[in-house]
């Protein structure tokens, strides 16, 4: 326990007088991993959209995650090196900061199903209304993403990249700033989401008869959701040490997509009672958000998070 503090001192320098790097500095590098992960889309042939070429086109897809790949590995080495010479951390210290280890198994269910509250209509709706259940016995859905490069590329390797460059190659750097932990939590999670910003020209070039207007709100929604996610993923990561947990959820949450807010449930053949459904899902979705809303706390402490629950203002 001694140690888990003195670690805490270190990389949270918010408590002492003087912290290795600002957080003018740590913002600027988040902004540099954010370029070097969405810029490079832009240069190159293969990775440029057009009005032909759109970013779901297979050769697209491969192209991109080639560039996001090499983009993370030096920015997560660039933080790996920082946490060694600058935080003068251990390699199994700094390996720990990255969120590489340990895995956190236990603490990736555990969000899981913290998360999974938040869907509970959903997956009401999805697993008993739809009898999607019956995909699962015969592993549809893992057939899937497996053999489907779209599907791979938001349920595998987008969450997986983003988490390495927003969270693995991010998050510590704002622990060795001034910046408070509950201020990380909400401040780095903009630039995830002013991220995703650069949809609104890709949409735009493929929907050029869509008013600029409807274009425009339909980014600021998708920076609104993109940026709240974000500081739910920082607070997963955070409280639980675990590269693997925070990419769990994100693949998770993009699986499911945005829950239904309103209007009537009804299954896809027409069959059944749609009031009883409807009730089910709405009962289960309020139900359900209130479940997260308490457990909150509970089922992300473990044994490996980068901050102790102090640091919270708890």
Same mark, same amino acid.
């Given at each position: 326990?001694?140690a888990?503090s003195?670690?805490?001192?270190r ?9 290795p790097i600002?957080?003018?500095t740590a913002?600027l590098?988040l902004?540099?991993?954010a370029l070097?992960y969405?810029?490079p889309?832009?240069l ?7 009005p032909t070429?759109t970013?779901?086109n ?7 995650i080639?560039s996001?790949?090499?983009s993370?590995?030096?920015?997560c080495l ?5 946490l060694l ?8 210290d700094?390996l ?6 340990p ?7 555990w969000?899981l199903?913290?998360t999974?509250?938040l869907f509970?209509?959903?997956?009401f709706l ?7 259940w019956?995909?699962w016995?015969? =592993?549809?859905? %893992?057939?899937?993403?497996? /053999? ?6 938001n349920i595998?390797a +987008?969450?997986l990249? #983003?988490?390495l460059?927003?969270?693995t190659s991010?998050?510590?750097?704002f622990?060795l ?5 509950s201020?990380?939590?909400?401040y780095?999670?903009v630039?995830f989401g002013l991220a995703?910003v ?6 735009r070039?493929q ?6 207007f409807?274009?425009?709100?339909r980014?600021?929604f998708q920076?609104?959701?993109t940026?709240?996610?974000g500081?739910?993923?920082t ?5 639980t040490?675990s590269l693997l947990a925070a990419?769990a959820?994100h693949a998770f949450?993009?699986g499911m997509?945005?829950p239904?807010?309103?209007g009537?449930?009804e299954?896809l053949?027409?069959? =059944?009672c749609g %009031?009883v459904?409807?009730? /089910?899902?709405?009962?289960l ?5 209130v +479940?997260?809303?308490? #457990? ?5 402490e473990?044994?490996?998070g980068l901050?102790p629950t102090?640091a919270?203002?708890?």
């Amino acid at each position: 326990m001694a140690a888990f503090s003195e670690m805490f001192q270190r990389l949270n320098p918010w408590l002492k007088d003087t912290s290795p790097i600002s957080t003018t500095t740590a913002s600027l590098l988040l902004v540099s991993y954010a370029l070097s992960y969405f810029l490079p889309f832009y240069l190159s042939p293969l990775t440029r959209p057009s009005p032909t070429l759109t970013r779901d086109n297979p050769s697209v897809i491969q192209a991109r995650i080639r560039s996001v790949c090499i983009s993370c590995f030096f920015c997560c080495l660039s933080t790996f090196l920082i946490l060694l010479y600058v935080a003068k951390l251990s390699v199994p210290d700094a390996l720990h900061h990255l969120g590489f280890w340990p895995l956190g198994l236990i603490e990736s269910a555990w969000a899981l199903g913290l998360t999974a509250l938040l869907f509970a209509g959903p997956l009401f709706l999805y697993l008993v209304v739809d009898d999607g259940w019956k995909d699962w016995v015969r =592993g549809e859905p %893992l057939k899937e993403v497996w /053999g489907d490069l779209l599907s791979w590329r938001n349920i595998v390797a +987008g969450p997986l990249t #983003e988490e390495l460059l927003f969270r693995t190659s991010s998050v510590p750097l704002f622990l060795l700033s001034p910046l408070p932990v509950s201020r990380t939590i909400f401040y780095s999670p903009v630039i995830f989401g002013l991220a995703h910003v650069h949809h609104f020209y890709e949409f735009r070039l493929q929907n050029p008869r869509v008013p600029v207007f409807a274009a425009l709100l339909r980014s600021i929604f998708q920076f609104s959701f993109t940026t709240l996610f974000g500081a739910y993923a920082t607070f997963i990561f955070i409280r639980t040490g675990s590269l693997l947990a925070a990419f769990a959820v994100h693949a998770f949450c993009n699986g499911m997509g945005l829950p239904k807010v309103w209007g009537r449930v009804e299954r896809l053949d027409g069959k =059944g009672c749609g %009031l009883v459904w409807t009730v /089910g899902y709405y009962g289960l979705l309020v139900g359900g958000a209130v +479940g997260f809303w308490k #457990e909150l706390w509970t089922l992300t402490e473990g044994r490996n998070g980068l901050v102790p629950t102090s640091a919270f203002g708890r």
